[in-house]
Every structure is written in C-alpha cells, then in structure tokens.
C-alpha cells in the first residue's frame, strides 16, 4: 500500500469534510486520525512527537481562566464601562470598542471577547437609533486583528508559537506593531465606508448619554470577590507571559497554572467550569495534529517543501508567497488545519533559508486572512449568528465588500513592513 497517497487522501478527505459543514468539524479530525493510527501510518509511539501538547494545554487553560472570570461579571463591567466613556458619541463607541476588542482579544481568545461584548454593543448601537453593521464590523475585524498582536490572542499563533519555539515577547515586538497600525487604518476605513451611519443631532446625543448614564457597571459585577480575584490572576499571567522566556517556562505551563490558581483561590465549583471547556475545539486540535503527522512521517511535506524551494529562490519571495497564500486561503477555510499543515512544511525549508522571518509571514496570513470573508474565522461567524437572532442581517456579500479590503490592506501592511525588517 503506497501510505504516501493513503495519507494524503486522508488529509484531502477530512479537509473536505471540515469545508462541507455536514459534519462537526472535531469529529471530521478525529476520524481521519484514527484511520492513519489504524493504519500505522503515524505508529503509536510516535504520537507524543506530533500531538503537540504545548498548544492543546495553553488553550485549555486559558479556557479554564476565561470561563472563570465570566462568572465574576467582568466582561459586562468593561463593556458598560467603555460605553459611558463614548458619551454617546457614535464615532467614539467605535473607535472604543475596536480597541477594547482587540486589546481583550490579544490576551484571550477571540470567541469569547465577541461573545461577551457582542450583545453589549447591539444594545448600544440600537439605543442610538443606528446601524448596528459597522460596529459590528469593526469589533469582528479588531477581534481577529488584535489575536494577530501576541502569542495567545489567536489559535495559529499558539501553534506557531509552540512549533517555532517562539516567546510572548518575539510575538509581541514583530506582530504587536503591525496590528496596532493594522487596527488604525481598519477602524478609519470602517468610518469612511459608514460615516453617514454614524451621525446623530445633538437632541438625540443628549438622549444616548441619559440613558447610559442609567447603566450601572457596578450592578453588572456579579460577585465583587471573583471579580478582583480574576482580575488578579489574568494580571498575572499576563505578566507571567512576558518573562516565560526567561524564566524558562513554557507557555503553556503559564496558563495552566494561572487555570489552576483561579480554580484553587476563587473555590469556584470545578465540574461547571471544565464542563465550559470547549472539549470540540480541543479534540479538533489533536486530531488535526494526528493528520498532519502522517503526512511528515510518509515525506509527503518535505516533497512539497522541496517543490516550493525549487521554485522561489530568496527569503523576500518565500515571504511573499506564505504570507499571501495564508491570508487568501484563510479567507475561505479554516486557518487552524491550514496553520497544522504550513508549519512543517516551513520547517522545512529551514535546510537552505532562514526561516524566522516565514514564521511572521504564516501568522499574519493566518490570521488576518479571517477578515476576508464571513466564513473567515470563528469570531465572524459568532457574531453574524448572534446579530442574527436579534433580527440584523449581514449577508456574505455585505461582509465581503468590507471585508476583503480590509484583509488586503491590513496584509498588505504587515508584509511592507516584514519586507523592510527582514529582506530590504
């Protein structure tokens, strides 16, 4: 049996799975890795070498932090609190809430940010009398830009973390600057392509500020106790994440131990928490890991990594190709398998170029490559079902118009600027 063609016919198949929805995509993983495990394609003993634990325990424990401090009330708290400082202002409300989004979702994950400030702003944006689509919009784009900014705030990022051995701080120098000027020019843009959806008369700016000063953001603190206590521990795992490299600790211990601190100091019931891990994303990881692995353990990444160095001769065009192949391929699926299957093939590529600089390509492309379509990324699709269900449609080619200039400008940044680093 040519376990060449078997692997890559399992990665093709489960791949087409994921895309066609008919199937949860963790069990579309699961399944495809349990036939190259039957098969011996990726032997038993070898697992432990693909499954990369790094990225599956960091994402559990921040999930275990997150579900933790969403008992407390704290994300209700910041999303009151940033809707009184706009003062009724509609501009302010979105160049606020973009960058508490993305500041949120740079050390957490995405979903839960556009989860818990989402209702938050439809509610603002229909106080005001106004189009809830470009806030909308812009917390999406913020949400995915921000998880660009740092090691934690987005699941390739963890991924290319761990495989490159990469630091918070490596991520937070390379990408952190990129994202900021990323965000600027997204929220501009924003603003020009709605600014006639963005002006209210002074009576009625007058009626916004009463009606938000009504709002109590202490009322929205459900248990005053939990809350200082998360905001303690996410305080210091932040902090943590920062010195990890020289502490010589590995990010994923970080946050394990920032899990287990939560759940030892708030005495907060531990069954309901785990119980919110989200297990399908988790198994969606290792199963993927599982796939790819047959297609390293069968030499059918390093044939394609030899056909890609065969043809782009310099460190810029690699560059280049990654960086544009990521972003438009994340556009239209999942960035997470794509992530799995770029990382060795960059590795590689390591015999006959430096491949530091393809790192950053891969995470900008990943990961901003979600803003280009509806489908993009997990944040989009969470936020067009919740402002579905409150009677606000953003249709694909509604979201797509914005949508991928955005993707192409903010990409277009962010290599200008690795090409000026890096190659110029």
């Not at 995509?25 to 495809?32: L, W, Y």
Request: proline share 4%.
């Amino acid at each position: 049996m040519n376990m060449e063609a078997v692997a890559l016919a399992v990665f093709l198949f489960t791949y087409a799975l994921i895309m066609s929805e008919r199937i949860h995509r963790a069990v579309a993983a699961m399944f495809g890795a349990s036939i190259v495990l039957v098969l011996r394609i990726v032997p038993w003993d070898k697992l432990p070498t693909y499954l990369d634990l790094d990225t599956i325990f960091l994402l559990m424990g921040m999930m275990i932090i997150v579900n933790t401090a969403r008992n407390s009330g704290l994300f209700e708290y910041i999303a009151i609190k940033t809707a009184k400082l706009a003062k009724g202002s509609p501009i302010k409300v979105l160049i606020l809430f973009s960058i508490v989004t993305a500041v949120v979702s740079s050390v957490l994950d995405n979903v839960t940010t556009v989860l818990l400030l989402t209702p938050m702003l439809i509610y603002i944006a229909k106080l005001m009398e106004l189009n809830p689509i470009p806030f909308l919009l812009s917390e999406i784009f913020a949400s995915n830009i921000g998880g660009t900014a740092t090691l934690i705030g987005d699941p390739p990022n963890i991924m290319i973390g761990s495989a490159a051995k990469l630091s918070f701080n490596d991520f937070l120098l390379n990408m952190g600057p990129i994202a900021l000027i990323d965000l600027i020019l997204t929220i501009g843009f924003v603003y020009l392509a709605y600014r006639n959806s963005l002006k209210v008369d002074k009576d009625k700016k007058n009626k916004i500020v009463r009606t938000l000063e009504r709002l109590d953001e202490k009322a929205a603190i459900k248990d005053l106790t939990l809350f200082r206590k998360s905001v303690t521990i996410i305080l210091l795992v932040v902090l943590l994440f920062f010195v990890h490299d020289r502490l010589g600790l590995e990010p994923a211990i970080v946050a394990l131990f920032g899990a287990s601190l939560i759940l030892l100091w708030s005495k907060e019931d531990p069954e309901g928490i785990l119980e919110k891990i989200e297990w399908p994303a988790l198994f969606f990881f290792g199963g993927l890991f599982i796939i790819v692995g047959s297609l390293e353990e069968t030499g059918v990444i390093l044939q394609v990594a030899q056909w890609m160095i065969s043809h782009i001769h310099s460190q810029g065009g690699a560059l280049f190709v990654i960086s544009w192949f990521s972003a438009f391929a994340s556009a239209i699926v999942d960035n997470i398998p794509l992530t799995a299957a770029m990382i060795p093939l960059i590795k590689n590529m390591g015999a006959s170029m430096n491949i530091y600089p393809l790192w950053w390509a891969l995470s900008l492309g990943a990961c901003l490559g979600g803003n280009g379509t509806a489908i993009g990324a997990s944040a989009n699709v969470v936020v067009i079902g919740i402002a579905e269900r409150e009677g606000i449609k953003i249709t694909f080619g509604d979201f797509l118009k914005v949508g991928a200039i955005i993707m192409t400008l903010t990409v277009a940044v962010g290599v200008g600027i690795l090409w000026v680093r890096y190659v110029w």
